[in-house]
């Protein structure tokens, strides 16, 4: 059974600071590692990753996949307030399955 | 709006109910999927559609759920008999092929089972 972990499951951190979430895997036939921000109810959108060593980057976001480690990490440099939310990292599978598999989620609180 | 639409946003029932949720898709999305999500947890995968064709059923699925896209646009996923354990926050999320931006979630639909 595909298996996705997070950690820290909770981070408290100033205004400025700059921090990282960490993600591993065990995906069979992995096609790609898939980041999204929640802060109230939708899960939206911030990465889909398939490739290993290439960063994606979104203003102070980033994020990169090891597929050889199995893991993924996103970046959020200069932390704001608005940046307070849980962060779930999925996974999904080639060969027919579309299904996403959901780690736990980071919560972030990001303090003034 | 043209996001997705998920209908009531919250919902309470006493034990035993049936309810029915109704998740409207971005229009030109073919794909469907249903999700529930519990307290400190990520969401969990229910069912996907493709068009009107159920493609992929969870095992959390149970006999008591049942999901529907009857034209290939909204869904609806009806809980019978519901228990305290379905209480939860129930997701619907569309996307157009096998995207390059992942899925577009609704708002969801909160339910607790009293």
């Known amino acids: 059974e595909d298996k996705v972990v997070q950690s820290p499951l909770s981070l408290v951190v100033h205004e400025g600071d700059t921090v990282t979430l960490n993600c591993s895997y065990e995906?069979?036939?992995?096609?790609?590692l898939l980041w999204y921000k929640q802060e109230k109810k939708a899960p939206t959108f911030l990465f889909m990753l398939?490739?290993?060593?290439i960063e994606k980057k979104s203003g102070r976001l980033s994020s990169i996949l090891d597929k050889k480690e199995l893991f993924s990490i996103l970046n959020i440099t200069a932390t704001q307030t608005g940046d307070s939310a849980i962060y779930l990292c999925a996974s999904s599978r080639r060969g027919g399955s579309e299904k996403l598999v959901f780690g736990k989620g980071t919560k972030l609180t990001v303090n003034p | 709006d043209t996001g997705v639409s998920q209908d009531p946003r919250h919902k309470i029932t006493k034990r035993g109910q049936n309810v029915t949720f109704r998740c409207d898709p971005i229009s030109e999305h073919n794909r469907l999927y249903w999700y529930r999500q519990t307290l400190g947890q990520g969401p969990e995968f229910l069912t996907y559609f493709q068009n009107e064709a159920q493609l992929e059923k969870s095992r959390l699925l149970s006999d008591r759920f049942s999901a529907e896209r009857p034209k290939g646009s909204f869904s609806t996923l009806e809980i019978q008999r519901t228990e305290q354990g379905d209480s939860a926050m129930y997701l619907c999320a569309s996307s157009f092929k096998v995207s390059a931006y992942g899925y577009t979630f609704g708002s969801g639909t909160r339910l607790t089972v009293v």
């Open positions: 995906v069979t036939n992995f096609r790609s």
């Open positions: 398939t490739s290993s060593g």
